[in-house]
């Protein structure tokens, strides 16, 4: 869960700010990609009765706000305030949760765990279905991680931070 709080200034004849505070809940979506493996990345050694198997390094797979929910709202609301704009706060809201997740799971054992929960189901199933031994390595991941789209929300059109890090619509 992420608790993202945001300031707007609106900036026209009038100077007019206001605030919303979110509550955000993610799921990130993490493992190994199977389709990756080919005949290049499987050996076998016919003397040990084992198969190696070079698979993908784990990696971000997918992402989703399941739930989001503007909970503060101060400001605005006034004839000297009108422009304000709760449900592009709220899609803003929902970029930088998003952020957060995915920053929270490249820093945090996401990756790891999905690697060893990927590593058991694939080791396991091969072993039954071959009665042979089976050694998993991972193959280099990449030096920057490649985020998929679902986890990339775009900033509603027309927004940026300022210099005080307070967003302003620009059009």
């Known amino acids: 869960m992420a608790d993202v709080g945001l300031e707007v200034r609106y900036r026209g004849h009038i100077n007019c700010e206001y605030s919303a505070k979110h509550a955000a809940v993610g799921v990130i979506e993490a493992g190994i990609d199977l389709e990756a493996i080919n005949e290049d990345s499987i050996t076998y050694n016919f003397s040990e009765n084992s198969y ?73 199933l091969i072993r039954e279905l071959t009665g042979s031994r089976v050694h998993i390595e991972y193959a280099e991941a990449p030096e920057e991680p490649i985020i998929p789209e679902s986890c990339q929300p775009k900033l509603p059109l027309g927004w940026r931070k300022d210099e005080e890090e307070k967003w302003i619509k620009t059009d």
């Not at 592009?88 to 799971?105: G, K, P």
């Open 52 to 124: 190696s198997i070079i698979v993908p390094a784990p990696a971000i797979s997918s992402c989703r706000i399941e739930e989001i929910d503007q909970y503060i709202k101060l400001g605005g609301g006034t004839a000297t305030c009108f422009a304000n704009e709760w449900m592009d706060m709220e899609d803003i809201a929902r970029h930088l949760a998003m952020d957060r997740f995915v920053e929270e799971a490249l820093e945090d054992d996401t990756l790891d765990q999905a690697g060893k929960h990927a590593k058991f189901l694939l080791g396991d």
